[in-house]
Nanobody, 121 residues
Framework: QIELVESGGGSVQAGGSLRLSCAASGYTFNANCVGWFRQAPGKERERVATLHTLTGVPNYADSVRGRFTISQDKNMVYLQMNSLKVDDTAMYYC????????????????WGQGTQVTVSS
């Protein structure tokens, strides 16, 4: 498994922006799927965005498409979040697959500890 550490969470007002970062320790992404998930209290985990480094094609949840952007560079994965809404409040987790595995369960098997994002009205 890949050790992942998220950062960049915080509190922001609705309409604001945050950039989340995820660092892979001692590992460079190459042919991996990387992604961001979130979980709000009392709700199921939601897939926010994924990106396979082989294709470079991102996929977004309908709820964030047009507002969030996932990107990857070397050992880092980013999530740029713009026009934040109160409903975006959640713990955000970075995830990754092993090389040459797809962006689907159960292949996303490396997880970070999460970073909290709180959006207030």
């Amino acid at each position: 498994q890949i050790e992942l550490v998220e950062s960049g969470g915080g509190s922001v007002q609705a309409g604001g922006s945050l950039r989340l970062s995820c660092a892979a320790s001692g590992y460079t992404f190459n042919a991996n799927c990387v992604g961001w998930f979130r979980q709000a209290p009392g709700k199921e985990r939601e897939r926010v965005a994924t990106l396979h480094t082989l294709t470079g094609v991102p996929n977004y949840a309908d709820s964030v498409r047009g507002r969030f952007t996932i990107s990857q560079d070397k050992n880092m994965v980013y999530l740029q979040m713009n026009s934040l809404k109160v409903d975006d409040t959640a713990m955000y987790y970075c995830a990754a697959s092993s090389r040459y595995r797809p962006c689907s369960d159960p292949w996303l098997n490396s997880w970070g500890q999460g970073t909290q994002v709180t959006v207030s009205s």
